[in-house]
């Protein structure tokens, strides 16, 4: 099949090296010419495992433009898969969305066949029907269901596992306004072995934010009741290996930590939070998840301090920069509110994150970058871990203190003392 993909971000590329993979031709659209030129040349413009790999490999099926006329006419599919971040009070930014829609109707004009438009983004209960519906058809002069299809697949992979997750998934959602669209979508995912589920638009999309939620609730959870642990002298791992055992609960999630973050989780909840206050309906839940998470890194301080009282002028090494392992992606990492605040205490911070240190110097230019972890621990008074990269599992912390948001059990093994945030 002839698919095009619009935003080449970590879905969008993902998506389109993948689709390519099994055999489609690819048009990957974005508006960043830097991106552009990179994918034509099989180079990610981000970090994701056995990506570079597979844009190598299926070159001659993957082209990249900022050209949409070619793209709409190319091509029987359109995935939209543009950034939805959070507006300052936390409601979703549609203007992405918006724009792409217009600019996809504009181009829909003049094509004679019948082309399917796919929201992939994350966009919240109702905007693929009434928001992108009316955008295209007043755009392009056509009839949705009539001379163009509308459908809503959400994304579920993780980054950092995102290419073994987009072509592995637990299950592929496929919402769509008519029949054309269905049954292209059922050909697109024919070779996938797990459950494909056709929902109505307004369905997909709920599927994707009450998953989101719940997933964010059960981590803020296991924090929640991780810091009642800590108080008792309990080993919180202990508690949720029990619990998980427990068919009803299972253990994915319950790793109790300083929080979640990332490009999803905190843009999602409070998406749904807002649109719900808008609509005067409660969301008391999401609304702790979202509270409990916002205050779980700093525990990491509180403890640090019962060490150290003074923070100024103490050299403190925050590992990890990222938000979580084998990703460079920043946004909303717990290593930011850590960082602001020992910024906030004049502390002396030394950083180091295999990946993520380009994207972080970006917003802390001032702190002290290393190239290794031996080197940014070196001459620490004490050690903050916030991200459970892989190589840190085989660090030596050996006289020093460690303060560990992640449970690394090297790091309870070797440092002279060790604190774990909620262990
Ligand atoms: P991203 O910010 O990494 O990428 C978005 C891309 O869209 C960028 O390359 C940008 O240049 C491009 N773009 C913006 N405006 C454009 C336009 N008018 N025309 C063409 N391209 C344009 O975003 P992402 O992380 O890939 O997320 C995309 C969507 O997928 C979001 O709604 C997100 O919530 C959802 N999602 C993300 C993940 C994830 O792990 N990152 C997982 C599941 C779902």
């Keep these: ?3 095009s993909i619009i935003g080449t971000g970590y879905v ?11 055999g489609n031709n690819v048009i990957c659209l974005d508006i960043d010419e830097e991106k552009v030129k990179k994918i034509n040349n099989s180079i990610p413009p981000i970090y994701e495992k056995n990506l570079e790999k ?6 001659n099926r993957i082209k990249a433009t900022t050209d949409y006329k070619n793209t709409i006419e190319k091509t029987e599919i359109t995935f939209i898969c543009v950034g939805t971040p959070s507006n300052k009070d936390g409601s979703i930014d549609l203007s992405y969305v918006k724009k792409v829609s217009e600019q996809i109707g504009k181009y829909l004009k003049n094509k004679k066949k019948y082309h399917v438009v796919v929201v992939k983004s994350t966009v919240l209960p109702g905007t693929t029907q009434n928001i992108v519906l009316p955008i295209i058809e007043k755009n392009s002069g056509k009839k949705a269901g009539k001379d163009f299809g509308l459908g809503m697949n959400p994304e579920f992979l993780r980054e950092g596992v995102a290419i073994n997750d987009f072509l592995n998934p637990d299950r592929v959602v496929n919402g769509s306004y008519d029949e054309k669209t269905k049954k292209i979508l059922k050909e697109i995912y024919k070779d996938f072995s797990c459950p494909i589920m056709e929902t109505s638009l307004n369905a997909a999309e709920m599927i994707k934010y009450a998953s989101n939620c719940f997933l964010a609730a059960k981590i803020s959870y296991i924090n929640e009741i991780g810091n009642m642990c800590k108080k ?11 619990m998980g055992l427990d068919k009803r609960i299972n253990r994915s999630f319950l790793n109790a930590g300083i929080g979640w973050g990332g490009s999803c989780f905190p843009k999602d909840t ?3 939070r807002a649109w719900a206050e808008k609509q005067k309906i409660t969301s008391k839940m999401i609304d702790s998840t979202i509270k409990v998470n916002e205050k779980q890194p700093l525990q990491l301080i509180t403890l640090l301090k019962k060490h150290i009282p003074k923070l100024e002028n103490k050299k403190i090494t925050v590992l990890g920069l990222s938000f979580k392992p084998e990703t460079d992606d920043i946004r909303d990492t717990r290593a930011m509110p850590i960082i602001n605040q020992l ?11 295999p990946k993520a240190t380009k994207n972080f110097k970006k917003i802390h230019p001032d ?3 290393y190239e290794n972890a031996n080197d940014a621990i070196k001459d ?3 050690v903050l871990i916030t991200t459970e990269w892989d190589e840190f599992k085989k660090i030596d912390f050996s006289g020093k203190l460690v303060i560990d948001g992640r449970r690394l059990k090297n790091a309870e093994k070797t440092a002279e003392t060790y604190e774990g945030v909620c262990w």
């Design 380 to 382: 620490a008074e004490a």
């Design 54 to 59: 597979i844009l190598r490999e299926n070159k």
């Design 12 to 22: 969008g590329l993902v998506s389109a090296a993948c689709f390519a993979k099994l």
């Design 343 to 353: 910024k906030k205490e004049k502390a002396q911070i030394k950083a180091y994150d």
């Design 1 to 3: 099949m002839n698919i």
């Design 367 to 369: 702190i002290k970058y």
């Design 232 to 242: 008792l002298g309990i080993d919180t791992y202990d508690v949720a290996e029990g």
């Design 270 to 272: 409070k998406a749904l």
